[in-house]
T-cell receptor, first 116, second 115 residues
Framework: KQEVTQIPAALSVPEGENLVLNCSFT??????LQWFRQDPGKGLTSLLL?????REQTSGRLNASLDKSSGRSTLYIAASQPGDSATYLC???????????????FGKGTKLSVKP | NAGVTQTPKFRILKIGQSMTLQCTQD?????MYWYRQDPGMGLKLIYY???????DKGEVPNGYNVSRSTTEDFPLRLELAAPSQTSVYFC??????????????FGSGTRLTVV
């Protein structure tokens, strides 16, 4: 059974720091991996999606990497800002005979606080 | 585009009552999903649908029912509400298989308390 773990559970950094959030998964048979942002009381916003054949994706100050063989992904946030404060969720889309079930397995998230 | 719209945003139910959580999307997505999120936890899949008339159970389906009569709508029914169903419920949609890149669009959630 696929399990997704995110470390650390919480992180507090001063503004301007670069930081890395970690995600690990137990089964390398994934279709893709996604990073989401969740603000308190709000829904999820998709940040980056990495297909299983890709190694990384970038969007602005965000860079996500994927190493399927080791079951790891990282989300790198450059020059952090107070507005980046949120919970970041990692989710894997389980591969189903080469396609995708389309069902996401989520980690519990990393709660990020960026202090001014 | 409105994306994925969920109603209501908040609801308090008494034990044993029933209700329907509404979800509608205007992106013509084939796939739709219901997740629940308990405090400090990740999201867990309740039910999903790959198209109108087709639904299937996810990881935590007990106590819930769904239907998918149209592409746009995917309501979640709670029968005989229990305190264990206190949670935040998220509806999501995505494109189907064979469409290349696709991502998920989530609704803003329904916060349900059962007392």
């Amino acid at each position: 059974k696929q399990e997704v773990t995110q470390i650390p559970a919480a992180l507090s950094v001063p503004e301007g720091e670069n930081l890395v959030l970690n995600c690990s998964f137990t089964d390398s048979a994934i279709y893709n991996l996604q990073w989401f942002r969740q603000d308190p009381g709000k829904g999820l916003t998709s940040l980056l999606l990495i297909q299983s054949s890709q190694r990384e994706q970038t969007s602005g100050r965000l860079n996500a990497s994927l190493d399927k063989s080791s079951g790891r992904s990282t989300l790198y946030i450059a020059a952090s800002q107070p507005g980046d404060s949120a919970t970041y969720l990692c989710a894997v889309d389980v591969d189903d005979y080469g396609g995708s079930q389309g069902n996401l397995i989520f980690g519990k998230g990393t709660k990020l606080s960026v202090k001014p | 585009n409105a994306g994925v719209t969920q109603t209501p945003k908040f609801r308090i139910l008494k034990i044993g009552q029933s209700m329907t959580l509404q979800c509608t999307q205007d992106m013509n997505h084939n796939y739709m999903y219901w997740y629940r999120q308990d405090p400090g936890m990740g999201l867990k899949l309740i039910y999903y649908s790959v198209g109108a008339g087709i639904t299937d159970k996810g990881e935590v389906p007990n106590g819930y029912n769904v239907s998918r009569s149209t592409t746009e709508d995917f309501p979640l029914r709670l029968e005989l509400a229990a305190p264990s169903q206190t949670s935040v419920y998220f509806c999501a949609s995505s494109r189907g298989r064979g469409t290349g890149f696709y991502g998920y669009t989530f609704g803003s959630g329904t916060r349900l308390t059962v007392v």
